[in-house]
């Protein structure tokens, strides 16, 4: 394909597969990479040496380009980045912060960097520091989320900067692909999806909890201490509610859902686990080969413009 992010980040198709904690491991990244898109390993909060061993495996298991997703609100994301300019994946992918002020360095060593945006402001800033591309995430997506919605901050983002914008939040499959090029975006970011994938190792109560997701499942807790997250609707996300209603403190409501995400990818408890995926998912019905994932996810983009164009002219 000709997108302009192939040619950027030496990619098939546009596509990058979303930088999910836990979810997103060398395993996951590397069949996404090895299916022609951009894999990302999750550093998520975990340290930097185990960030290491991701990065090592997945080159054990691909010779594609893949990057590493950096949650900068993690304590460990000084140590992270060290590990990255040593190891020098492809590409970072950052979240959860700022990363001017990694910038420098990152583009000495010749890595993208991709920055997740979640306002048009936040994008301008990003390209301003030296931003490859930006991803813009509608709040339709999974795990941690803005307030604009894919369709509205795609076009906004696309005309405020000049480099490549990646849209993501809430595509599953080739009509939300062709949405987001009509939109503006020069390539996607998919993340929910590859849960049900035959590589992603998540526990299979983890994957079946998105095959079974109906339209109004995956909720967001969080909004009333200013960390709101999307994720499927279970005892936990109720416990969160009934927390943020009586008013309780940040550290009661944050101390909840530590360990959420483990119990759920790990153990598969898709009661107290954190079950973190995007609106999208109620339109997952199957698990299968990223490979054959992204296809689909490109297959029928033309046909749907097609209709388009029969629909309106």
């Known amino acids: 394909m000709k997108a302009r992010i192939c040619e950027l980040l030496g990619i098939e198709y546009p596509v990058i597969q979303g930088g999910m904690a836990w979810v997103a491991t060398a395993e996951l990244a590397a069949a996404v990479s090895n299916g022609g898109g951009l894999g990302l390993i999750a550093a998520g909060g975990a340290p930097a040496d185990a960030v290491r061993a991701e990065i090592k495996k997945a080159r054990t298991l691909t010779d594609k380009p893949f990057g590493v997703n950096v949650m900068l609100m993690s304590p460990f994301a000084d140590e992270v980045m060290q590990v ?21 360095a990152l583009k000495e060593a010749g890595i993208k960097v991709l920055p997740v945006v979640p306002s048009v402001a936040l994008a301008k ?71 049900c994938s035959e590589e992603c190792i998540a526990h ?31 005892k936990l996300t109720k416990e969160y509610e009934r927390l943020e209603k009586e008013g309780a403190s940040f550290e009661e409501i944050e101390a909840l ?32 080969p990223c490979a054959q994932i992204i296809k689909e996810l490109f297959c029928n983009v033309a046909d749907i413009a097609k209709k388009i164009e029969d629909k309106v002219l």
């Open 257 to 288: 859902g530590v360990g959420g995400l483990r119990r759920a990818f790990q153990e598969g408890d898709v009661e107290m686990g954190s079950l973190m995926a995007g609106q999208s998912a109620a339109m997952v019905h199957e698990i299968l």
């Open 84 to 104: 990255i300019l040593e190891e020098r994946p492809a590409v970072v992918a950052t979240g959860a912060g700022n990363p001017a002020k990694y910038m420098p």
């Open 204 to 234: 299979d109560n983890y994957k079946q909890a998105v095959l079974k997701a109906k339209d109004r499942d995956a909720v967001v807790t969080g909004r009333a201490n200013g960390a709101p997250v999307r994720a499927l609707k279970n």
């Open 125 to 195: 800033r990003m390209e301003k520091s030296g931003a490859d591309a930006i991803i813009a995430e509608g709040t339709e997506a999974g795990g941690h989320i803005g307030e604009l919605t894919t369709m509205v901050l795609i076009p906004q983002v696309a005309e405020a900067v000049e480099v490549p914008v990646i849209a993501a939040g809430g595509i599953v499959d080739s009509r939300g692909t062709a949405a987001a090029f009509a939109l503006g975006a020069d390539g996607i970011q998919v993340g929910t999806r590859f849960i």
